[in-house]
C-alpha cells in the first residue's frame, strides 16, 4: 500500500523552530514532486511549499518565504520541511503530498496531488 507519514509537529513559542518530516512507504519518491500544504480550522487547504523530484527547484507561499524551507533525501524516501521564525498564523494541520510529473524540474503547490498524508499539527503559541 502507497502511504506518506507526516512527523514532527508539536506545540512551539513563536519565534521557534519545527523540523517536518514526509516519509514513504511502498513507492519510492525519486520520480515524484512532493509539497507541503496546510489547513487551519474553517480554512482551505493551502499550498506552503513543493519541491520537485530532482530537488532542483522549490516554490514557497509568500507568506513562508524565508522562514521555511523543504528539502529532500531521496535516499531515505523522505521529505522535510524545516520551519524557522514560527508565527501564530503558522499553526495548521500540516501535510505532504505527493505526484509524478513529467517534468523532473518543476513542481506546483495545487492541492491536485495524488498521494496525501494524514497530517501533523503544528501549533503556535505562547
Known amino acids: 500500500q502507497l502511504q506518506l507519514v507526516e512527523s514532527g509537529g508539536g506545540l512551539v513559542q513563536p519565534g521557534g523552530s519545527l523540523r517536518l518530516s514526509c516519509a514513504a512507504s511502498g513507492f519510492t519518491l525519486d520520480y515524484y514532486a512532493i509539497g507541503w500544504f496546510r489547513q487551519a480550522p474553517g480554512k482551505e487547504r493551502e499550498g506552503v511549499s513543493c519541491?520537485?523530484?530532482?530537488?532542483?527547484?522549490?516554490n514557497y507561499a509568500d507568506s513562508v518565504k524565508g522562514r521555511l524551507t523543504i528539502s529532500r533525501d531521496n535516499a531515505q524516501n523522505t521529505v522535510y520541511l524545516q520551519m524557522n521564525s514560527l508565527k501564530p498564523e503558522d499553526t495548521a494541520v500540516y501535510y505532504c503530498a505527493a505526484e509524478p510529473l513529467w517534468d523532473m524540474a518543476m513542481c506546483v503547490m495545487s492541492p491536485n496531488y495524488d498521494q496525501w498524508g494524514q497530517g501533523t499539527q503544528v501549533t503556535v503559541s505562547s
Open positions: 519541491i520537485s523530484s530532482s530537488g532542483g527547484s522549490t
